[in-house]
Structure formats: structure tokens, C-alpha cells
């Protein structure tokens, strides 16, 4: 058997180097006489290419990706990217002819720094995702970055996992002072734990920081002790939560603390949340709209949610975050006199569904000074163009307007009552009990604490931060009280 695998390694070697008598590279012309290696994560040189030189691609490069004949990529249908910067730097770039460009966004506010994805049109057959690489280009003198995804994940199986994005950030996560580029990646594990690669700033060019992905998953900055802290759920049913703390220390991330705690609280706290008179609540003069309006902060928005960054929403994106789905679809939608219905359902229809519409603008003042999200324009882009689920919002360009749709079997089983109002200076906490349709007994399954802080928009309030305070197994006291 042994004998077996050291002859169909060797004959695996062997073809490699047959099919790959050349050097995989890009060729830069001859009077830059520069030659770039194709490395994992490729680096393409700006300095050494004059405004008024092309680049030619080796036949041979990218071997198995994508079909040998290479096209200069196009973002004309994506924006207004004609300034001269963005012209010279994406003219080196050349792509497959079976690829596209399939979204292009900026990094930062400051718009320094460009994300070009790239995607094949028809989904491979070895696939999950279209996507291939991602090209940053800098307004800085910076060399541009190519990342394709190849590198592997020490003892993971696959490098990029479920639902990915390849949204990517700036953010200072080894507490340099000097930003790096985080990219969502998917999410792995039973409990969905957000990953990233990370690229980190060294002598005028970016570098895969491989100490980031080893490392850290699902993560929040604690800048006052620069720290990482970590959480994921194991066990059974995904009952215990850790909390991992992570310092940058020589090169490195140590753990310095971990934490284990059980989600699922004693049974016996349950009857108390049963009885509960909601009518009675003291709200400390804050109004039923304004309660409602941030009751879907609650149910949907992950527990730490923290508005200070301005990228609640886009790092909590995910195309198959039902969390994330479920919010965009509820907030901007409830409770909102700026949202026009299109269409009631019609019985004489096949499959039919209610429609409603909000003007962009709207939707994105009520994202922006509200939710205090940074990034209204790229989570746009990253909506669909018309209906493609049950419960879907869309994008349409031709009127400029977020829809929501609702299918016909459609409804809402999840609810957020108030339970008690405290407020500190300006802000508000408002402690929410949630409660689901299909919940075996008549009690909330999590508490969660919003807070809100009076703020200068038309609503009023913005949103500061989403704590969950306690979870219960309402199924397990079922049983219980059964038995």
C-alpha cells in the first residue's frame, strides 16, 4: 500500500511538471523589466509601470483558473471610477475571459483604497462560490494587492468557508497604529463563527498576516487594553459560550483568558418571565414608535453589537445571515410612514406575494443616523436586483428604491415586548423579552438589553449598542415540567 502511494505521488509530480513547463507569472513590458512571481497572494507592481505602458499577461498564467485568453476588466457599470489613479492602476490588471467584475467598492471613507472582486460568470463545478480574487488598488503610492484565495488554513479543509462575502475593512488589529485590510471569509463551525484573512502594511505593500487567521474568529477590539476578544458557542445544542482573549505579543497572538459560561439559564428563572404585565412598564417617557422602531435591533442584531465603528451592519453581512437578512427586512420597514405599499396580494396570481418600497435616500438616512452604519452604499450593492425568496429585500435601480417582498406563506413568528426602561444622561436602555410563535410555553426565550441615545435626526434616537442578557431553554423546560 505504501509502495501504491509513492508511485501515485511521484506520478502526480510528474504531470505537474509536465503541464507547468513555464513560470507562472505576469510579465511587465520590456522596458520595466520587471518580472513578478505568482505567488499566493500576488504583488503587482505600480513603480515600475509608466502611464503609457500595458500590461501583457503569460499565456500560461493562472494555469488551471479560468481560460488562457486574458481581457482588460471594465467598471463602468459600477460607478463613477474615472479619475486617473483608478484609470492607470486597473489598465495592469487582465482577467480571464470566462470572469467578470463582480462588485467594486471602496475600503475606506477616505476612498484611498479600491476593492475589485472578481468572479467567474458560470459557477465551476468544484465550486460553492463564483468568486476568485480580489484586486486592492491604492491612491497612495502602495503597491496593489491580488489575494486569490489560495492559500490554506492550517488544519482547516477549506481556506474560504460558508456564506462568504470578500467585504473587506480597514482596522488596526495588532495595535500598530497602522491599518490593516480584514476580509470576510465565511462562516465555519455549528456556530457560525465569522472569519477573516487579514493583510498586514510592511515596506510599501501589503502581506498575507497569517497570525490573524490562526487566530481570530468572530472578534471585537478592546482599545483601551489592546486586546482581541473572541466568542463561539460548542457543546450540546451550542449551549456553552466562550469568551477567548486574545494580546499581539512578538509577532503573534496569545491567548491570555479564556471564559466558559452556559448560555441556557436554570429553569426555574422561567415561571418569572411568564406572569410579566407588559402594560405596566414605566418607558421613562420614551414613545411606543420609538420602542418598536428598535425592537428589531433586538431580535436580529448580534449580542455586542456596537455602533462606535459605524460598521455594525456590514460586518455582520453574510449572503446566507438570516440574522442579518431578517433585519435589513423588519427595521427600515417597520412602523415607517415614508413606506409606500406597491401590492396586497392578489388570490388570482400564481405564487403571490406583497410588495412594499422605500426611496434609497430614505432607507439610507435611516441606516446612517439611526443604526449609525458607515457603509449604506456597499450594503446596497450587495442586494439583489428583484425578488429571489420567500422574504426578500431588493435593490431596483430603475426607480432607486429598496422593496421588500413577502411570499405567501410568509409570516413574522418573533416579537419584542418592553420589559422595563432605564435611562443614563442621554441614553436609554430599553430591556426587551423576546418571544417566538412556536415556543412550547408561553415565556420569552432570550432577554436583550438595546441601548439608545437621544440623537439630532428626524427620529430622534440612535442606536448605541445590543446586549443579550439571558437565553432559556424553553423546550428543555417543557420537558421538564412534562415529565
Known amino acids: 500500500m505504501r509502495r501504491i502511494k509513492y508511485v501515485l505521488i511521484a506520478a502526480s509530480l510528474l504531470a505537474c511538471v509536465i503541464g507547468c513547463r513555464r513560470d507562472d507569472a505576469i510579465i511587465i513590458p520590456d522596458d520595466a523589466d520587471v518580472v513578478i512571481e505568482n505567488d499566493t497572494n500576488d504583488i503587482i507592481n505600480d513603480d515600475s509601470v509608466q502611464d503609457d505602458t500595458n500590461v501583457n499577461v503569460d499565456d500560461n498564467y493562472s494555469t488551471d483558473k479560468g481560460s488562457e485568453s486574458k481581457i482588460a476588466i471594465d467598471l463602468s457599470g459600477f460607478g463613477d471610477y474615472s479619475e486617473k489613479w483608478i484609470a492607470d492602476k486597473t489598465k495592469e490588471i487582465l482577467i480571464s475571459e470566462d470572469m467578470e467584475v463582480e462588485f467594486v467598492d471602496w475600503v475606506d471613507a477616505d476612498k484611498t483604497c479600491l476593492q475589485i472582486a472578481i468572479a467567474y460568470k458560470e459557477m465551476p463545478e468544484d465550486r460553492w462560490t463564483k468568486h476568485e480574487e480580489d484586486y486592492f488598488i491604492f491612491k497612495d503610492d502602495i503597491k496593489t494587492l491580488k489575494v486569490n484565495y489560495d492559500f490554506e488554513h492550517p488544519g482547516f479543509e477549506h481556506p474560504v468557508w460558508d456564506a462568504p462575502t ?10 500598530d497604529g497602522v491599518d490593516e485590510i480584514i476580509i470576510h471569509v465565511g462562516m465555519n463551525g455549528f456556530s457560525g463563527m465569522q472569519t477573516y484573512s487579514a493583510y498586514e502594511y510592511k515596506d510599501g505593500e501589503y502581506v498575507y498576516f497569517s497570525a490573524f487567521d490562526n487566530h481570530i474568529y468572530s472578534y471585537k477590539i478592546d482599545k483601551v487594553n489592546e486586546t482581541i476578544i473572541c466568542k463561539r458557542t460548542s457543546g450540546d445544542s451550542q449551549n456553552i459560550l466562550y469568551t477567548t482573549v486574545f494580546k499581539y505579543e512578538n509577532g503573534d497572538y496569545v491567548e491570555i483568558e479564556e471564559t466558559a459560561s452556559g448560555i441556557y439559564e436554570d429553569f426555574s428563572e422561567i415561571p418569572l418571565y411568564m406572569d410579566f404585565d407588559y402594560d405596566k412598564v414605566d418607558t421613562k417617557g420614551l414613545s411606543k414608535e420609538t420602542i418598536d422602531l428598535f425592537a428589531p435591533c433586538a431580535i436580529y442584531l448580534e449580542d455586542g453589537s456596537d455602533t462606535a465603528n459605524g460598521d455594525t451592519l456590514i460586518s455582520y453581512y453574510a449572503s446566507d445571515n438570516y440574522g442579518f437578512w431578517d433585519f435589513i427586512f423588519y427595521f ?47 450594503i446596497r450593492n450587495k442586494l439583489p436586483n428583484e425578488c429571489n425568496r420567500e422574504c426578500s429585500v431588493f435593490y431596483s435601480p430603475d426607480d432607486n428604491c429598496i ?8 409570516w413574522r413568528d418573533e416579537h419584542a415586548y418592553v420589559r422595563e426602561v432605564k435611562r443614563e444622561g442621554d441614553a436609554y436602555i430599553i430591556t426587551y423579552d423576546l418571544f417566538d410563535d412556536f415556543s412550547p410555553v408561553d415565556a420569552p426565550y432570550s432577554i436583550v438589553e438595546v441601548t439608545i441615545a437621544e440623537a439630532d435626526n428626524k427620529y430622534g434616537f440612535s442606536l448605541v449598542g445590543v446586549d443579550k442578557i439571558k437565553s432559556f431553554d424553553l423546550w428543555g423546560y417543557s420537558r421538564a415540567i412534562e415529565e
Not at 350 to 357: I, K, V
Not at 403 to 410: D, L, M, Q, S
Request: one cysteine or more.
Open 166 to 175: 470578500f467585504i473587506s475593512h480597514f482596522e488596526d488589529v495588532n495595535f
Open 332 to 378: 427600515p420597514f417597520e412602523f415607517n410612514e415614508n413606506v409606500e405599499l406597491v401590492h396586497s396580494y392578489d388570490a388570482d396570481v400564481p405564487c403571490p406575494t406583497e410588495q412594499w418600497r422605500i426611496n434609497y435616500e430614505e432607507w439610507e438616512y435611516i441606516l446612517r443616523e439611526v443604526i449609525k452604519e458607515n457603509n449604506v452604499e456597499k
Open 403 to 410: 422593496y421588500r417582498e413577502v411570499g405567501a406563506i410568509n
